[in-house]
């Protein structure tokens, strides 16, 4: 995501003169430096943003700046704005700024985690100020989902974050989970406008700065205690003797004045807009010239001026004139990054003003809302179209913005627009009602929102997993749509049903929709649907026919043809619909098609699944490593965009491969795992599939007591089951009967007959003991001898079963194996292999670059900064391991060793890790089994390695998460920074020159590559004079201009410019 209005990030100053208040000042500095989170809350107009940006002017204490308006409630917004604002104090905020126009609505609550650990890490104190906090805090935002999400993330800041110093100003106190205890732990303190009320002494200087008045004690206390020290009623008392002395000493103006302004009570409390509005009329606007009135005017319905901003308003070229004459003049304006806003309560006096012009009012609006649109400022434009009464421009804005925003993952951003809309349109309904509008215009003003709008209101509430509020919107579009309306709503009904895993509802759902009555479009849909639907249920040759004709419409669609995402759907559906079939050549034909569609479209997040049904193939055909290595990689892809429901489809399929290999303990690991994410989120299907696989895999496991927890948990699962579910629970409990002291062959052979039902869609490893199951049974009944031919069918189906699986037979059946071994001598060698004990599978899992992270066995490893990097210096060292004396002088940076340390060092990350690591004959390492380690600058070293391709790359960039070991310990300094340089260098080199490779045929992507490289490392000249060639060659001004001012910036930042040659070459492509 792009930030649109930088100036959120600086820190703003005044126009007007100011004074300096030291105690203010000192009371703020002691409890920003002493407390993890202070509070200013005071109404508007007491001077919070002035008190906080005279603190920073004189701080030694580094700060990030954030000021907040309506568009921060959305939550990828918010997170853009503050990882970019605290860039350069917290290690890994860029890397998660960079994947955060990628995360999906369901992956947002993971993402806050990651950025609450990401401040956790950060190793030096800083102070984040976000100023108008209140903006999230109206009664509006608690209706908008995703609002909570930030509030959670500052209250987990405000706990966890202990170099950060979190300062939030705002019109009332913020409503932070755990604020009451924090304060009452003296870890946090809050400010009310009492620590902001000016004393006489404040506004004696005051007058004498602003106004060149000397008041008297008597009078400075009188006009102090006559506004309880509100500074902006000092302010607009002390105007008034500027403008009008007439002849009059400024103090007797300030003397009689003081006879008219409001009480405490009445300025103080409610900030009485009455006196403040006839303050702004008498004393400000009157003395100004009309035409700067009406400049003042006109531009009140922007919240942030500039000349250009203001022409495109007025359709004039004078507004820079207008804007020096407001800094001239001091009015109530504030300045950040060259930009001004007008104070609240100014703005909203000059609005009044202007209302009193109806037509002008509403054309002014409606140039405001075409001005926002433009800039993409959604919100803001809606506030404009819907404040001038253009519902149809308000109405055309989101209509065209919903696909995009959805596509950006601004889910929120959509749902507080249609919340907007809503509202407009109910209180038009009460205008309309009791005549507020004239007799013409009523009829048309009393309606709801458009139906298709409902539509896609339904799918943004679907996006956020939010059913309840698509199922209802769905039922108003089909009440007040017409014909069509309604078919796409029950299309979309069943979608959603199938999201949910009801395929017989979502089956129900489409028998009522005319399929020979729909559009092209909306026939589409309902193939696309509808083979969803046929998938979930087993009906494979029904989907394929669906899906063919859903790709035969495509090309029909004007606005699909150029969209290699509808088609790679559809490939996908069609690839894994042809596997199922068993018609191998054609999956896989589809599904190389889908991949290639996904990577043309950049859409890596839906490129998971479609990797996800080429590894399920893969492994079907018993090609296991070729299996591993596409799920690992759509494993990164899902979980490095945020895409949950694809995670925990990736889970299981890997889990089933942990099973095929034979590695049972990882298997239910990783289904585990998968329950729990698909049981938060909701996705039935996912959690009946990674329950009865956790109920089939501890039954391999021998973990009986387990096997029957998994089962209590599985017949729990009251919705409508997949067929390779059933079938997978069906042979779980016929295992499971089994395994009774004295087993009800009866019910055994019920369940084995239930079981036979589902034949057809379960793996051949389970067919295979369906097959020692039917063996089994009529060896109970009659013998060996009955059991014989059953035993031939099944030995010959099971030639290609793994070790492990022979082994884990033999001990479930060991009498029929007995039986078997003298005709059968696989059955004797089982037997034999089911009597030792198996190898232990623990594995590790240690990830360094963005972020460091030890798993064992799956677990997380909490170790401290000095335990990391004595781990990481050993994984990099190898099996042969290092020199005792290099090891010390790379983690503890001295030259005179402890023994006794470094020995109680290794014993406590043996103790937390499990690896074995000593020290022997002068060097120490890791002498657990490498193959079991997993290290990711390992895999990434291995990968830069070998030339450059596009698999290569994309794994290379999901592995490069941000620097090496961040939040390194300071004694490790030397050897973590050379690393991380050189890691760096290496990766930003291969990236690069595949880009150059493919610079010919693959521009848009060459770019893209040499952009990711310079937002790592923006003073690298040369890619950036590649970058501008290309952009140039393909006639993209705006990116040439961007790189060499990016190059620029990034040099400025190291007191450097760029050379000679790259400035010649910037202007002659301009």
Same mark, same amino acid.
């Given at each position: 995501?792009?930030?649109?209005?930088?100036?959120?990030?600086?820190?703003?100053?005044?126009?007007?003169?100011?004074?300096?208040?030291?105690?203010?000042?000192?009371?703020?500095?002691?409890?920003?430096?002493?407390?993890?989170?202070?509070?200013?809350?005071?109404?508007?107009?007491?001077?919070?943003?002035?008190?906080?940006?005279?603190?920073?002017?004189?701080?030694?204490?580094?700060?990030?700046?954030?000021?907040?308006?309506?568009?921060?409630?959305?939550?990828?917004?918010?997170?853009?704005?503050?990882?970019?604002?605290?860039?350069?104090?917290?290690?890994?905020?860029?890397?998660?700024?960079?994947?955060?126009?990628?995360?999906?609505?369901?992956?947002?609550?993971?993402?806050?985690?990651?950025?609450?650990?990401?401040?956790?890490?950060?190793?030096?104190?800083?102070?984040?100020?976000?100023?108008?906090?209140?903006?999230?805090?109206?009664?509006?935002?608690?209706?908008?989902?995703?609002?909570?999400?930030?509030?959670?993330?500052?209250?987990?800041?405000?706990?966890?974050?202990?170099?950060?110093?979190?300062?939030?100003?705002?019109?009332?106190?913020?409503?932070?989970?755990?604020?009451?205890?924090?304060?009452?732990?003296?870890?946090?303190?809050?400010?009310?406008?009492?620590?902001?009320?000016?004393?006489?002494?404040?506004?004696?200087?005051?007058?004498?700065?602003?106004?060149?008045?000397?008041?008297?004690?008597?009078?400075?206390?009188?006009?102090?205690?006559?506004?309880?020290?509100?500074?902006?009623?000092?302010?607009?008392?002390?105007?008034?003797?500027?403008?009008?002395?007439?002849?009059?000493?400024?103090?007797?103006?300030?003397?009689?004045?003081?006879?008219?302004?409001?009480?405490?009570?009445?300025?103080?409390?409610?900030?009485?807009?009455?006196?403040?509005?006839?303050?702004?009329?008498?004393?400000?606007?009157?003395?100004?010239?009309?035409?700067?009135?009406?400049?003042?005017? $006109?531009?009140?319905?922007?919240?942030?001026?500039?000349?250009?901003?203001?022409?495109?308003?007025?359709?004039?070229?004078?507004?820079?004139?207008?804007?020096?004459?407001?800094?001239?003049?001091?009015?109530?304006?504030?300045?950040?990054?060259?930009?001004?806003?007008?104070?609240?309560?100014?703005?909203?006096?000059?609005?009044?003003?202007?209302?009193?012009?109806?037509?002008?009012?509403?054309?002014?609006?409606?140039?405001?809302?075409?001005?926002?649109?433009?800039?993409?400022?959604?919100?803001?434009?809606?506030?404009?179209?819907?404040?001038?009464?253009?519902?149809?421009?308000?109405?055309?804005?989101?209509?065209?913005?919903?696909?995009?925003?959805?596509?950006?993952?601004?889910?929120?951003?959509?749902?507080?627009?249609?919340?907007?809309?809503?509202?407009?349109?109910?209180?038009?309904?009460?205008?309309?009602?009791?005549?507020?509008?004239?007799?013409?215009?009523?009829?048309?003003?009393?309606?709801?929102?458009?139906?298709?709008?409902?539509?896609?209101?339904?799918?943004?509430?679907?996006?956020?997993?939010?059913?309840?509020?698509?199922?209802?919107?769905?039922?108003?579009?089909?009440?007040?749509?017409?014909?069509?309306?309604?078919?796409?709503?029950?299309?979309?009904?069943?979608?959603?049903?199938?999201?949910?895993?009801?395929?017989?509802?979502?089956?129900?759902?489409?028998?009522?929709?005319?399929?020979?009555?729909?559009?092209?479009?909306?026939?589409?849909?309902?193939?696309?649907?509808?083979?969803?639907?046929?998938?979930?249920?087993?009906?494979?040759?029904?989907?394929?026919?669906?899906?063919?004709?859903?790709?035969?419409?495509?090309?029909?669609?004007?606005?699909?043809?150029?969209?290699?995402?509808?088609?790679?759907?559809?490939?996908?559906?069609?690839?894994?619909?042809?596997?199922?079939?068993?018609?191998?050549?054609?999956?896989?034909?589809?599904?190389?098609?889908? $991949?290639?569609?996904?990577?043309?479209?950049?859409?890596?997040?839906?490129?998971?699944?479609?990797?996800?049904?080429?590894?399920?193939?893969?492994?079907?055909?018993?090609?296991?490593?070729?299996?591993?290595?596409?799920?690992?990689?759509?494993?990164?892809?899902?979980?490095?965009?945020?895409?949950?429901?694809?995670?925990?489809?990736?889970?299981?399929?890997?889990?089933?491969?942990?099973?095929?290999?034979?590695?049972?303990?990882?298997?239910?690991?990783?289904?585990?795992?998968?329950?729990?994410?698909?049981?938060?989120?909701?996705?039935?299907?996912?959690?009946?599939?990674?329950?009865?696989?956790?109920?089939?895999?501890?039954?391999?496991?021998?973990?009986?007591?387990?096997?029957?927890?998994?089962? $209590?948990?599985?017949?729990?699962?009251?919705?409508?089951?997949?067929?390779?579910?059933?079938?997978?629970?069906?042979?779980?409990?016929?295992?499971?009967?089994?395994?009774?002291?004295?087993?009800?062959?009866?019910?055994?052979?019920?369940?084995?007959?239930?079981?036979?039902?589902?034949?057809?869609?379960?793996?051949?490893?389970?067919?295979?003991?369906?097959?020692?199951?039917?063996?089994?049974?009529?060896?109970?009944?009659?013998?060996?001898?009955?059991?014989?031919?059953?035993?031939?069918?099944?030995?010959?189906?099971?030639?290609?079963?793994?070790?492990?699986?022979?082994?884990?037979?033999?001990?479930?059946?060991?009498?029929?194996?007995?039986?078997?071994?003298?005709?059968?001598?696989?059955?004797?060698?089982?037997?034999?292999?089911?009597?030792?004990?198996?190898?232990?599978?623990?594995?590790?899992?240690?990830?360094?670059?963005?972020?460091?992270?030890?798993?064992?066995?799956?677990?997380?490893?909490?170790?401290?900064?000095?335990?990391?990097?004595?781990?990481?210096?050993?994984?990099?060292?190898?099996?042969?391991?290092?020199?005792?004396?290099?090891?010390?002088?790379?983690?503890?940076?001295?030259?005179?060793?402890?023994?006794?340390?470094?020995?109680?060092?290794?014993?406590?990350?043996?103790?937390?890790?499990?690896?074995?690591?000593?020290?022997?004959?002068?060097?120490?390492?890791?002498?657990?089994?490498?193959?079991?380690?997993?290290?990711?600058?390992?895999?990434?070293?291995?990968?830069?390695?070998?030339?450059?391709?596009?698999?290569?790359?994309?794994?290379?960039?999901?592995?490069?998460?941000?620097?090496?070991?961040?939040?390194?310990?300071?004694?490790?300094?030397?050897?973590?920074?050379?690393?991380?340089?050189?890691?760096?260098?290496?990766?930003?080199?291969?990236?690069?020159?595949?880009?150059?490779?493919?610079?010919?045929?693959?521009?848009?992507?060459?770019?893209?590559?040499?952009?990711?490289?310079?937002?790592?490392?923006?003073?690298?000249?040369?890619?950036?004079?590649?970058?501008?060639?290309?952009?140039?060659?393909?006639?993209?001004?705006?990116?040439?201009?961007?790189?060499?001012?990016?190059?620029?910036?990034?040099?400025?930042?190291?007191?450097?410019?760029?050379?000679?040659?790259?400035?010649?070459?910037?202007?002659?492509?301009?």
């Amino acid at each position: 995501m792009t930030l649109r209005f930088q100036q959120k990030l600086v820190v703003p100053t005044s126009a007007r003169p100011l004074i300096e208040r030291p105690n203010v000042l000192a009371q703020l500095d002691r409890a920003i430096r002493s407390k993890r989170v202070v509070a200013l809350a005071a109404p508007a107009g007491w001077g919070k943003t002035t008190a906080l940006a005279q603190w920073v002017a004189q701080r030694t204490m580094p700060v990030a700046w954030y000021t907040l308006d309506s568009a921060d409630r959305d939550p990828h917004v918010f997170l853009d704005y503050l990882l970019h604002s605290v860039a350069d104090f917290v290690p890994g905020a860029p890397g998660i700024a960079a994947r955060l126009a990628e995360t999906t609505p369901q992956g947002l609550a993971e993402m806050i985690h990651q950025v609450a650990l990401a401040f956790a890490d950060a190793p030096e104190h800083f102070a984040l100020i976000l100023d108008d906090v209140h903006v999230l805090d109206d009664d509006q935002a608690q209706s908008i989902p995703g609002v909570s999400l930030v509030f959670t993330l500052l209250a987990s800041i405000a706990e966890y974050a202990s170099h950060c110093h979190l300062v939030l100003a705002s019109r009332t106190l913020p409503v932070l989970h755990g604020m009451v205890r924090m304060v009452a732990q003296q870890r946090a303190a809050v400010f009310d406008y009492s620590v902001l009320q000016f004393h006489r002494d404040d506004t004696q200087r005051l007058a004498g700065i602003t106004s060149g008045l000397i008041l008297s004690d008597e009078a400075a206390e009188q006009l102090t205690a006559s506004v309880g020290g509100w500074v902006t009623g000092i302010v607009l008392s002390l105007d008034q003797p500027v403008a009008h002395k007439d002849g009059m000493t400024g103090q007797q103006v300030v003397d009689r004045h003081l006879m008219h302004v409001p009480t405490p009570e009445e300025a103080v409390i409610e900030a009485n807009t009455s006196q403040v509005y006839a303050y702004f009329a008498e004393q400000i606007l009157a003395p100004l010239p009309a035409d700067l009135q009406r400049f003042l005017e $006109d531009t009140s319905v922007l919240h942030d001026l500039s000349p250009q901003r203001c022409d495109i308003l007025r359709s004039a070229d004078n507004s820079a004139e207008y804007l020096d004459e407001i800094r001239r003049r001091g009015l109530f304006v504030s300045s950040r990054a060259g930009w001004l806003s007008y104070h609240s309560l100014f703005r909203d006096y000059l609005r009044s003003r202007l209302a009193r012009d109806p037509q002008r009012c509403r054309q002014l609006l409606r140039s405001a809302g075409d001005l926002y649109a433009a800039e993409d400022d959604i919100e803001r434009a809606l506030d404009c179209y819907l404040a001038a009464g253009d519902d149809q421009h308000a109405i055309d804005l989101i209509r065209s913005a919903v696909p995009r925003l959805r596509q950006c993952s601004r889910q929120t951003t959509l749902l507080t627009c249609f919340e907007r809309l809503h509202r407009a349109r109910r209180t038009n309904d009460q205008r309309t009602a009791s005549g507020g509008f004239p007799p013409a215009t009523r009829a048309a003003r009393k309606q709801s929102i458009p139906p298709d709008l409902l539509l896609a209101e339904a799918r943004v509430y679907s996006d956020l997993a939010l059913w309840e509020r698509a199922y209802l919107a769905l039922h108003l579009a089909g009440a007040i749509g017409d014909a069509s309306i309604r078919a796409e709503a029950q299309i979309l009904s069943a979608e959603l049903q199938v999201l949910q895993g009801d395929y017989a509802r979502a089956q129900h759902a489409l028998r009522f929709v005319d399929v020979n009555n729909l559009d092209n479009r909306l026939r589409l849909e309902y193939h696309v649907a509808a083979a969803r639907a046929h998938i979930m249920a087993g009906e494979v040759a029904a989907a394929i026919t669906e899906l063919e004709r859903a790709h035969t419409l495509v090309a029909t669609l004007i606005d699909t043809v150029d969209n290699p995402a509808a088609l790679a759907d559809i490939y996908d559906n069609l690839g894994w619909a042809y596997a199922a079939q068993g018609d191998r050549p054609s999956a896989i034909r589809y599904l190389k098609r889908a $991949d290639a569609c996904w990577q043309s479209s950049g859409n890596q997040g839906r490129r998971a699944l479609t990797l996800n049904n080429m590894g399920v193939m893969a492994m079907e055909e018993g090609r296991f490593a070729e299996a591993r290595t596409t799920l690992d990689l759509g494993l990164e892809i899902a979980r490095q965009t945020e895409l949950r429901r694809e995670e925990t489809v990736l889970l299981c399929s890997l889990a089933e491969l942990d099973l095929r290999e034979g590695d049972f303990e990882q298997a239910i690991q990783r289904f585990t795992t998968a329950h729990a994410l698909a049981t938060r989120l909701d996705i039935a299907s996912s959690v009946e599939a990674a329950a009865a696989g956790a109920l089939w895999a501890a039954i391999l496991s021998d973990n009986l007591t387990l096997a029957q927890a998994w089962h $209590d948990t599985a017949a729990s699962i009251v919705t409508p089951l997949q067929p390779e579910v059933r079938g997978r629970l069906a042979l779980a409990r016929a295992a499971l009967a089994l395994q009774c002291p004295h087993p009800e062959f009866a019910s055994f052979a019920s369940l084995l007959a239930e079981a036979t039902t589902y034949e057809e869609s379960l793996s051949e490893d389970e067919r295979i003991y369906m097959a020692l199951l039917r063996t089994e049974l009529a060896f109970a009944r009659s013998g060996w001898h009955a059991a014989a031919s059953l035993w031939e069918q099944f030995a010959a189906r099971a030639a290609t079963l793994p070790e492990t699986l022979w082994r884990r037979f033999a001990s479930m059946h060991r009498p029929l194996f007995e039986a078997a071994a003298p005709y059968d001598p696989r059955a004797g060698r089982a037997i034999a292999l089911s009597r030792t004990a198996s190898p232990s599978s623990v594995r590790w899992r240690i990830t360094t670059l963005g972020g460091f992270a030890c798993l064992v066995d799956g677990k997380p490893v909490d170790l401290s900064q000095l335990h990391r990097a004595l781990l990481v210096r050993l994984l990099d060292a190898g099996p042969q391991g290092l020199a005792v004396e290099r090891l010390w002088e790379a983690v503890w940076g001295d030259d005179v060793i402890s023994m006794p340390a470094l020995h109680q060092a290794l014993r406590r990350l043996r103790l937390q890790t499990g690896l074995a690591a000593s020290a022997r004959e002068g060097a120490v390492a890791i002498r657990s089994g490498w193959d079991a380690i997993e290290y990711d600058v390992r895999e990434l070293e291995r990968i830069l390695e070998t030339p450059p391709s596009l698999e290569s790359i994309q794994r290379a960039m999901t592995l490069y998460g941000g620097e090496f070991l961040p939040g390194a310990p300071a004694s490790a300094a030397l050897w973590v920074e050379a690393r991380r340089a050189h890691l760096q260098q290496r990766y930003l080199e291969a990236i690069e020159q595949y880009a150059h490779s493919i610079e010919q045929n693959l521009p848009q992507q060459a770019m893209f590559y040499y952009q990711h490289v310079l937002q790592i490392d923006g003073c690298r000249e040369h890619t950036a004079a590649r970058l501008m060639r290309l952009a140039a060659r393909y006639g993209n001004r705006t990116l040439v201009a961007a790189t060499f001012e990016h190059l620029k910036g990034s040099l400025r930042a190291l007191g450097a410019s760029p050379e000679p040659a790259t400035t010649a070459l910037y202007r002659q492509l301009t």
